[in-house]
């Protein structure tokens, strides 16, 4: 008898100011969520022009990048270069040290460039593994049609309903799917046992939970599961205006001490310190940030 996830919590993401002239929507790694492993961070961003992420370092984690519409161009310490667009995904896992810029692109009509950005932590072996990075380009991403096509999912990561996803893109388990919902839409979408869900509103308004434990969330909510159930549940009204759209990402937690500090996240006091001892005289993973500019980070407007 497979039970439905209840729901832990429900809030909105208050936009603010980051970076350099960003502007993101902070929901997990807040007062509101904060250790909920193997989630640390995530940013659903707006960047325009003259705005982004100029050069910084990271270490201990690895970042999704989610691109929505417009275009975001990367590079790093080690000559890595490229621009994900709009439906396009760029998995990095910073390892022992990486330092590297995140620049918007300039559209023609002078449209935002708008995302989401998901921190997940690395299992403490893996903390120091050599960097690396994925893309995954929009028409590689799956998709599963539920409820006689009302319901729509991209598939980037982890399964539904009989789709797989492309292959595993991080080294820390991770679902990730992308689902849009028309009016008298439903999908009941099952999830691993004991891992962290939740589920981030983008637009429209969405029913979520079963029988009469459900919540009608607007967009721009992070909606908690508890950790206990198969499935979480999900609809849009028949009389609803518009369809809804929402992330739901799952992890599994990892049973480790988060310190954390900026970009370095680690297991304790004294490895962060080192991290940042090791970025600051450029060793141990940061050799090649001694004189390195990235050619993208200098598009600032100082």
């Known amino acids: 008898m497979s039970i439905p996830r209840a729901i832990r919590q429900v809030f909105l993401a208050i936009e603010q100011g980051e970076g350099a002239g960003a502007r993101v929507r902070r929901s997990i790694g807040t007062p509101k969520l904060r250790n909920f492993s193997p989630f640390l961070m995530l940013d659903h961003f707006t960047i ?66 708008v995302g989401m950005q998901l921190w997940v932590d690395l299992p403490k072996e893996l903390k120091m593994c050599e960097p690396r990075y994925r893309d995954l380009r929009a028409d590689e991403i799956p998709i ?23 292959r595993d893109l991080a080294y820390t388990p991770v679902w990730l799917l992308d689902v849009s919902i028309r009016p008298g839409g439903r999908i009941s979408q099952l999830l691993p046992n004991g891992w962290n869900a939740f589920a981030y509103t983008l637009s429209g ?22 950790q206990k159930g198969d499935y979480v549940e999900a609809s849009v009204p028949d009389n609803a205006e518009s369809e809804s759209r929402f992330i739901l990402a799952a992890g599994q937690p990892l049973d480790q001490k988060v310190v954390q500090y900026g ?34 980070g200098k598009r600032m407007a100082y």
């Open 48 to 113: 325009g022009k003259g705005a982004g992420f100029p050069d910084h370092p990271h270490r201990g984690q690895e970042t999704i990048t989610y691109l929505l519409s417009g275009g975001v161009d990367h590079e790093d310490f080690a000559g890595n270069k490229g621009t994900i667009g709009p439906g396009d995904l760029q998995f990095m896992t910073a390892g022992r040290g990486i330092m590297h810029a995140e620049m918007p692109r300039e559209n023609p009509d002078g449209s935002p460039n």
């Open 144 to 166: 599963a049609k539920v409820d006689d096509g009302r319901v729509t999912v991209k598939v980037i990561s982890g399964q539904s309903h009989g789709v797989d996803s492309v």
């Open 205 to 226: 308004t969405t029913v979520f939970g079963s029988g009469d434990a459900t919540r009608l969330v607007k967009e721009f909510h992070n909606v908690v599961f508890d």
């Open 263 to 296: 970009p370095f996240v680690l297991n304790s006091q004294e490895e962060v310190y080192q991290a940042m001892l090791d970025y600051q005289t450029a060793s141990n993973g940061f050799e090649r940030v001694r004189g390195w500019e990235s050619e993208i």
